[in-house]
T-cell receptor
Framework: DADVTQTPRNRITKTGKRIMLECSQT?????MYWYRQDPGLGLRLIYY???????NKGEISDGYSVSRQAQAKFSLSLESAIPNQTALYFC??????????FGPGTRLTVL | GDSVTQMEGPVTLSEEAFLTINCTYT??????LFWYVQYPGEGLQLLLK?????DKGSNKGFEATYRKETTSFHLEKGSVQVSDSAVYFC????????????FGTGTKLQVIP
């Protein structure tokens, strides 16, 4: 079984809809991250959390919110989706070391 | 702030050719440096890393050396295979408390038989 899972894997939605992307991990890591990937832009950090009570904005947090329900779960919400939020979204975890462990990604399309 | 610059792709090589993907960085302090690989339809996986100047990271025939004097971490492989076709990301982790990771834009490699 995968250590970092994301649901859904693919989602098509309409402008203005509320969307939640979920991430779960079995690695026991405290640190969790949400990134978006766009062609030619690499990965950009949306939010990160170092434990359930520690949530921080990344470089592109506008239009997004997160919830850290438990050590193992970190959800990303788009309160009112817009087309330029169409992207590939990745969740990642990290222990006290330097390596990040990525989920398989969620491809989101906003029409 | 920190930044990572890597060569634009796509890079197309024949099987058994030599690969270099250039990566330079800007950072304060003493960052750790990484190469991640993303195969089609998958998330990123750590390929190799180096945590201090002059360290060489290596894995699966790939190598990169942390050059502080030139602020570079170029990825090399002596003989690529079709299975190496993927997108490669250079990244750095700063030395601050949050160890924020900054990624480059990625370089797509296509290896043809």
């Amino acid at each position: 079984d995968a250590d970092v899972t994301q649901t859904p894997r693919n989602r098509i939605t309409k402008t203005g809809k509320r969307i939640m992307l979920e991430c779960s991990q079995t690695k026991g890591h405290d640190r969790m991250y949400w990134y978006r990937q766009d062609p030619g832009l690499g990965l950009r950090l949306i939010y990160y959390s170092f434990d359930v009570k520690d949530i921080n904005k990344g470089e592109i947090s506008d239009g997004y919110s997160v919830s850290r329900q438990a050590q193992a779960k970190f959800s990303l919400s788009l309160e009112s989706a817009i087309p330029n939020q169409t992207a590939l979204y990745f969740c990642a975890t990290r222990d006290g070391g330097t390596e990040q462990f990525f989920g398989p990604g969620t491809r989101l399309t906003v029409l | 702030g920190d930044s990572v610059t890597q060569m634009e792709g796509p890079v197309t090589l024949s099987e058994e050719a030599f690969l270099t993907i250039n990566c330079t960085y800007t950072a304060t302090g003493y960052p750790s440096l990484f190469w991640y690989v993303q195969y089609p339809g998958e998330g990123l996986q750590l390929l190799l890393k180096a945590t201090k100047a002059d360290d060489k990271g290596s894995n699966k025939g790939f190598e990169a050396t942390y050059r502080k004097e030139t602020t570079s971490f170029h990825l090399e492989k002596g003989s690529v295979q079709v299975s190496d076709s993927a997108v490669y990301f250079c990244a750095l982790s700063d030395s601050g408390g949050y160890q924020k990771v900054t990624f480059g834009t990625g370089t797509k490699l296509q290896v043809i038989p």
